[in-house]
Structure formats: C-alpha cells, structure tokens
C-alpha cells in the first residue's frame, strides 16, 4: 500500500519488507504511475497488469484520490495479485453452478482463467483455435471496441457453450462468462444481474478495505504524533515538541524562554504519593495553559520541569506575569487541596527580535537552565532573569577551576616583576612579583580574574609556593650570572600563612636554591591580623628568625588602623595606592597629614615604607615629601616579564 503526496513523493508499505519513505513516483512501474496521476486528478483508477518493481511479481495497482476541505492532497494506492479475484469467480456460486468466468482484458487475452473451463488447451486469447466462428470473432471484436456487451457462443468438442462478455467498466476488462448448460437452461436477465450484482460487491468491497486501510494508516499517524509530541502524564506537549516550535516562533520574532519547576517535587511524590503528584502535574498544565497568550506555548520536559515561551521581552512585563501564574499556581483550589505550602523556581532567558532562529533556541534553553539553577533553593517562589555578565563569569571561573592543576603543571603561570625605586638613593630597591596567567591559548589572564577563586578553593596555597620557588629561582640565576640580585616580594594569602608546615616548607625552599632568605619579603594582608593578632605575630616571628622580611600589604585600603600596625613586628608596610588617590582630592591636606604621621610612625617602628600605584611626576613628589622610602607603581614600570626585567633594569641599567 502507499500514500503518495502531490509533491509525487510517496511512503510504500510491503508485506514482510520494511516501510519506505520519500520514494519517488518516477520509480515506480509506469502502470502504477500512472494510475497515481489518475488519481491526483480526481479519478479513481485500476490498472493493467504489470510487472511490480518491488515485489517483481505480476500485480495490478488501484489508487484513489484523498480529499482535504475539498481538495486532492494525495494518493491512496495499493497493489495486488490478479488471483484475488479467482476465488470468486471460480466459487461455484456463479450460475449455480452451470457456467464459470474468466477475466479478459480489451485484447482478448485471458487475465485469469476459470478452473472450471471446459477449454482444456489453454489458448492464449479467446479467439486462439478453432472454437470461435469467423462471424462469432467479428462480432466479439466489434462489441469489445465499443465496450458493449456481447452475447455469442463457441464451439468445443462438438458442444456449442454460450458466452456473454460483459464489461467490467475497468480498463477495458471483460468478464467472459460461460454457460455450460448444467445449471441455468439459457441466459436470463437475472444471470446478467448476478454477474453485476457481484462485481459491485466485489468492487465495494475493494473500496471498503482501501477506506479502512486509509483510515487505519491515519489513525496510526496520529498515534505516532501523540507518541513524539506529547507527554503522555500530563497531556501537555513534550520538549521534543517545544524545540521544534521554539525554532519557528524565535523565526517571526523575540519571545522568551521560562523553566518552571516546583520545590521538592521529589519529596512530594514521596509524601502524597506518585498517583497525586500526576494529579498535581496535570493541574499545573490546565493552568499554564490558561495564562498562555497569543502565539504562545509550553512542555512538560520531565518530573516537573516546564517550559514556556512567551512573546514578551521585557523583564518588566515578564516579572508581573510570571507573579501572576505563580500566584495561580500556588493558590489554586486543586493545589490547596495537598496542604502543602507548594513554591516554584522560574528562570528566564530573553531573545530580542532578529536572533538566528534554530542557535538560538538551543542556546535559550542551556541559558535558561542556568537561570532556573540560580533561582533554586530558596524557601518561597523565585524569579531568575539570565545574566549574560554573570554567566561570562562563571563560565570562566569554571574553566580556570578544571584547568589550574595541569596549568601550574604546564608552567602556565609566569612570574611578572615590578620594580621598587629607593627615594633615597633613586636607585633601584626590589621588585615585587606578581603573577600572570599566559595560557596555552596565548591569552593572559591577570590575577584579579582566579586570585580570589583560588583563594576560596585552596589552589592559592600552591600557587604561592610556587610564586616562592620562581623568586628564589630568579635570585640564583642572578647570583650565578655575578649580578647583584635585588630583593623580591612574593605576595602570600592568609591560607597559607596557617598551613601547618608553612615556615619549614619555605625554608627548605630557600635552602635548595640556596639564596639567602633575606632577599625575600612576604607580603601579607591586614586582614590576618583581625583574627588572631598573637598567632600572627607568633608566626611573623618564625620567618624572621629564619631570616625572611615581612611586608603589610595595601594599607589604607580596608580595615587599616594604627592599632594593628603598633602590634604587629613587621618589617615594611606598603601604602595603598588609595591613599594617593584620596590626597588629590578635596580631602588633600587632611588625609596628607594622617599618612605623614603614619610614615613617621613607622620610622620610630623601624619599619621602611612603599608607596604603591606611582603614576606620575606629581605622585612621586607627594610621597617624597611625606617621607616614603620606597615608590613602586606604572611611573617606573608595569610589571613585566622577567627575561625584561634583566634587560631593563639588571643588566647596568638603571631606573
Ligand atoms: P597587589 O599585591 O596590591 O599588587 C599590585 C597591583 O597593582 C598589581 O596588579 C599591579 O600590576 C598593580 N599596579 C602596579 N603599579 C600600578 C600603578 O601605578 N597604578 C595602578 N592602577 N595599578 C598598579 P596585579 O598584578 O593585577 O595584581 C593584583 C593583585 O593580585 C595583587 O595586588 C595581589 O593582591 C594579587 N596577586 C598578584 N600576584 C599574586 C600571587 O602570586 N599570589 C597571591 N596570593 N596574590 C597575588
Ligand atoms: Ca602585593
Ligand atoms: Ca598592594
């Protein structure tokens, strides 16, 4: 059987073979072809015998026009075996049992031949052999050209049988009936009615069983939509579904993308148990679907996740909508019933007018699972709009979190220097290293960016050792090279200042490179001190007596009082470059005079001072005249690579 669209593109389905789809009509014998054609233009049709290009066996095609609203959409076909009209025609229904049919076609050949003939010699035609007289064949022949019927008789064996050949109305076949004169004494009306009678039962019967196989196969397509389209549970479209139309919605204009889904879902399936929980799903797909507008749809994805697509862009007109379904959702009747406080998480994800249709779909529906992840876990009902910058951020943090541990492996991580200028001497004091993240991508990722992640997650501890190792290293080679090496800061987070083992471990360090620990200064942050000042000091006091110089970093810029530098033993403190931004502002005179009592105090603490974030000429100036030792910022030198830092500055150069 086959169904062929107008397009001449048909599916075909064979007993015992596998279905095929989108097989073109031109690949069909020509008699079924054409039979098609008959039918695209309204006519049902019958066609000759041909010779199957599918099954290679000897079969005849029928097709029947489909209608939609009135018009052919498309083309009922099927084929069969000549032989399943044998059964009746030879049943021994046909003239009581007194004559036998054969079927003909217009050229007289036999197309299937009664068991029951007389005619033992198989002739090819009915007028092959001497049983036809020359005037009976006339006679036949001009009948048959006019598709009349025709009443004659032949002659076998001496016995004269009367014949009728009466058209079936189909490709020009004849029935050849033949009265063998055991039944019915002589042809009456009531045998031409009973051969009618039963080629109209016949061909009413053919009709039937190609309407029910017609509606059969539609049936089947529907089950087959339902089974790809819909969620069984709920009724609601599945996400299979929702991607197709997403694609053509985002194709006429922006819309947004909304997962909903309930808190707990897996608690309240296990308290009301699963047949409730179904309940509840279904209730949520009645009320999405009554707060859906125009051009608008939704899917249950699976357990209780949903999406929607609204034509609305604007959080603005969003967030109201949204609150008002929630509101639904959460009050309605059905749902009180639970006596369960129910909560739902919406995330949303926007896409303005003009975006490429079938990217953006995908892409809204990662984002939007995004968002809806940042709305969970709260107690009440929650709204989440994706946030491109968020996301940008997070995304990064995740890949610097899957790549440090093979990055610091690889040597990704390049220790940069910056110098330090003696105001005294205008000579060149140290440097500080700072770290740079050079990737195998050639992009360099500057410590702001995976500092305070590896702070939260540890890596930091590492990676300041290894900061340590880089900066012993840089010393060595300057030793061995005959240069006087500079001191270098290592800056050092609070994590592993506490490290159990960390002044041991820094003193082996310095050992295996052999570099005097003196050339080393550990710069800590202010903040370590909120804790536990004695600890701190306690630990101060053990890289010192092993010979390491300790530098309070960014003072100024937090929690930076006095009291903390009276009390902590350290050996230098860096001044944040806020302070030289507050002194050109209007507050100058005031913050100018506290930092020059700062420097002042410390000097009585023997404690040396850097300015950092020296920009300019006029910077300079002012922390000269507030009596700094040090000065370290963009007026001498970004911090660079340290193979420039040897040309530049160690090499007979000078700042
Ligand atoms: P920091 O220790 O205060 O380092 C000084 C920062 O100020 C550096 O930024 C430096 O490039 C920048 N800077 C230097 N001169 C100027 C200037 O004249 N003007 C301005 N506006 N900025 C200037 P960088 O290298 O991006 O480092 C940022 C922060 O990252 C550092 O601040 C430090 O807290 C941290 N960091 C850098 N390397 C390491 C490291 O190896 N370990 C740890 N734990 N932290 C590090
Ligand atoms: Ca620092
Ligand atoms: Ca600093």
């Given at each position: 059987?086959?169904?062929?669209?107008t397009d001449?593109?048909?599916?075909?389905?064979?007993?015992d073979?596998?279905p095929?789809?989108?097989?073109p009509?031109?690949?069909?014998?020509?008699?079924?072809?054409?039979?098609?054609?008959?039918?695209?233009?309204?006519?049902?049709?019958?066609?000759?015998l041909?010779?199957s290009?599918?099954?290679?066996?000897?079969?005849?095609a029928?097709s029947?026009?489909?209608?939609?609203e009135?018009?052919?959409?498309?083309?009922?076909?099927?084929?069969d075996y000549?032989?399943i009209f044998?059964?009746?025609?030879?049943?021994?229904?046909?003239?009581?049992?007194?004559?036998?049919i054969?079927l003909?076609?217009s050229?007289?050949?036999?197309?299937?031949?009664?068991?029951?003939?007389?005619?033992?010699?198989?002739?090819a035609t009915?007028?092959?052999?001497?049983?036809?007289?020359?005037?009976s064949?006339?006679?036949?022949?001009?009948?048959?050209?006019?598709?009349?019927?025709?009443?004659?008789?032949?002659?076998?064996?001496?016995?004269?049988?009367?014949?009728?050949?009466?058209?079936?109305g189909?490709?020009?076949w004849?029935l050849f009936?033949?009265?063998t004169?055991?039944?019915?004494?002589?042809?009456?009306?009531?045998?031409?009615?009973t051969?009618?009678g039963?080629?109209?039962?016949?061909?009413?019967?053919?009709?039937?069983?190609?309407?029910?196989?017609y509606r059969?196969l539609?049936?089947?397509?529907?089950?087959?939509?339902r089974l790809?389209?819909?969620?069984s549970?709920?009724?609601?479209?599945?996400a299979?579904?929702?991607?197709?139309?997403?694609?053509?919605?985002?194709?006429?204009?922006?819309?947004?993308?909304?997962?909903?889904?309930?808190?707990?879902?897996?608690?309240?399936?296990?308290?009301?148990?699963?047949?409730r929980?179904?309940?509840?799903?279904?209730?949520?797909?009645?009320i999405?679907?009554?707060?859906?507008?125009?051009?608008e749809?939704?899917?249950?994805?699976s357990?209780?996740?949903f999406?929607?697509f609204?034509?609305?862009?604007?959080?603005?007109v969003?967030?109201?909508?949204?609150?008002?379904?929630?509101?639904?959702?959460?009050h309605?009747?059905?749902?009180?019933?639970l006596d369960?406080?129910?909560?739902?998480?919406?995330?949303?994800?926007?896409?303005?007018?003009?975006?490429?249709?079938?990217?953006?779909?995908?892409?809204l529906?990662?984002?939007?699972?995004?968002a809806?992840?940042r709305a969970?876990?709260g107690y009440?009902?929650?709204?989440?709009?994706?946030?491109?910058?968020?996301?940008?951020?997070?995304?990064l943090?995740?890949?610097?979190?899957?790549?440090?541990?093979?990055?610091?492996?690889?040597?990704?991580?390049?220790?940069?220097?910056q110098?330090?200028?003696?105001?005294?001497?205008?000579k060149?004091?140290?440097?500080?290293?700072?770290?740079r993240?050079?990737?195998?991508?050639?992009?360099?990722?500057?410590?702001?960016?995976?500092?305070p992640?590896?702070?939260?997650?540890?890596?930091?501890?590492?990676?300041?050792?290894?900061?340590?190792?880089?900066?012993?290293?840089?010393?060595r080679?300057?030793m061995?090279r005959?240069?006087?090496?500079?001191?270098?800061?290592?800056?050092?987070?609070k994590?592993?200042f506490?490290?159990?083992?960390?002044?041991?471990?820094?003193?082996?360090?310095?050992?295996?490179?052999?570099?005097?620990?003196?050339?080393?200064?550990?710069?800590i942050l202010e903040?370590l001190a909120?804790?536990?000042?004695?600890?701190?000091?306690?630990?101060?006091?053990?890289?010192?007596?092993?010979?390491?110089?300790?530098s309070?970093?960014?003072?100024g810029?937090?929690?930076?009082?006095?009291?903390?530098?009276?009390k902590?033993?350290?050996?230098?403190?860096k001044v944040?470059?806020?302070?030289?931004l507050?002194?050109?502002?209007?507050?100058?005179?005031?913050?100018?005079l506290?930092l020059k009592?700062?420097?002042?105090?410390?000097r009585?603490?023997?404690?040396?001072?850097?300015?950092?974030?020296v920009?300019?000429?006029?910077?300079e100036?002012?922390i000269?005249?507030?009596?700094?030792?040090?000065?370290?910022?963009?007026l001498?030198?970004?911090?660079?690579?340290?193979?420039?830092?040897?040309?530049t500055?160690?090499?007979?150069?000078?700042?």
């Open positions: 059987m086959a169904f062929y669209n001449l593109r048909g599916s075909i389905c064979t007993q073979k596998d095929l789809t989108n097989v009509l031109s690949e069909l014998a020509p008699e079924a072809q054409s039979a098609v054609h008959l039918a695209i233009e309204g006519t049902s049709s019958v066609s000759r041909f010779k290009t599918i099954s290679q066996q000897q079969v005849f029928y029947i026009p489909v209608y939609a009135g018009r052919v959409i498309g083309v009922l076909s099927a084929t000549m032989e044998s059964d009746i025609l030879s049943g021994n229904t046909v003239l009581g049992g007194g004559g036998y054969h003909i076609s050229d007289a050949s036999f197309l299937l031949r009664s068991p029951h003939t007389v005619v033992q010699t198989n002739p009915i007028y092959d052999g001497p049983y036809l007289s020359n005037s064949v006339q006679e036949v022949q001009q009948a048959m050209a006019g598709q009349e019927r025709v009443f004659s008789s032949f002659t076998y064996e001496g016995r004269s049988y009367p014949f009728l050949l009466e058209p079936v189909l490709n020009d004849y009936c033949v009265n004169g055991d039944g019915l004494a002589s042809y009456s009306t009531s045998f031409t009615l051969i009618g039963m080629f109209t039962v016949l061909l009413l019967l053919v009709l039937f069983l190609m309407f029910r196989g059969l539609q049936e089947y397509n529907r089950g087959l939509r790809a389209y819909f969620d549970s709920t009724g609601a479209e599945n299979a579904r929702f991607q197709q139309r997403l694609v053509e919605a985002l194709g006429t204009g922006g819309g947004s993308v909304v997962a909903l889904s309930l808190r707990q879902f897996p608690f309240i399936v296990e308290i009301f148990g699963k047949e929980a179904q309940r509840l799903l279904r209730h949520i797909k009645e999405l679907d009554r707060h859906m507008q125009k051009e749809f939704f899917c249950r994805d357990g209780d996740l999406y929607l609204l034509r609305d862009t604007e959080p603005e969003i967030r109201p909508r949204l609150h008002a379904l929630l509101q639904d959702l959460e309605n009747a059905e749902i009180s019933k369960y406080q129910l909560a739902f998480y919406c995330g949303v994800v926007s896409a303005p007018a003009g975006t490429q249709a079938a990217s953006t779909a995908d892409h529906l990662t984002s939007v699972s995004f809806l992840d969970k876990g009440a009902s929650t709204i989440w709009f994706f946030d491109t910058e968020l996301h940008k951020k997070e995304e943090a995740n890949s610097i979190e899957s790549h440090m541990h093979q990055a610091l492996l690889d040597q990704e991580f390049k220790m940069f220097l110098p330090k200028k003696d105001l005294h001497t205008g060149l004091g140290g440097a500080e290293a700072l770290v993240w050079s990737t195998a991508s050639g992009r360099t990722i500057y410590p702001g960016q995976f500092i992640l590896f702070e939260r997650n540890g890596f930091c501890v590492k990676l300041d050792l290894y900061m340590v190792e880089q900066a012993c290293r840089q010393i080679s300057w061995d005959g240069i006087q090496p500079i001191p270098l800061s290592v800056n050092q987070s994590l592993l506490f490290e159990p083992n960390y002044v041991q471990t820094l003193t082996e360090l310095v050992h295996a490179y052999n570099v005097p620990p003196h050339y080393i200064t550990l710069e903040g909120l804790e536990n000042v004695e600890a701190l000091n306690e630990k101060i006091t053990q890289l010192q007596a092993e010979g390491f110089r300790i309070l970093d960014d003072f810029s937090g929690f930076s009082s006095l009291n903390t530098l009276g902590l033993k350290i050996d230098e403190l944040d470059r806020a302070f030289l507050e002194m050109s502002s209007q507050e100058q005179a005031r913050v100018r506290i009592e700062i420097v002042q105090i410390a009585q603490l023997s404690i040396s001072t850097v300015a950092e974030g920009e300019t000429e006029e910077d100036q002012l000269r005249e507030i009596g700094c030792d040090f000065g370290q910022g963009y001498y030198s970004h911090p660079v690579s340290t193979e420039d830092f040897d040309r500055f160690m090499e007979g150069a000078s700042l």
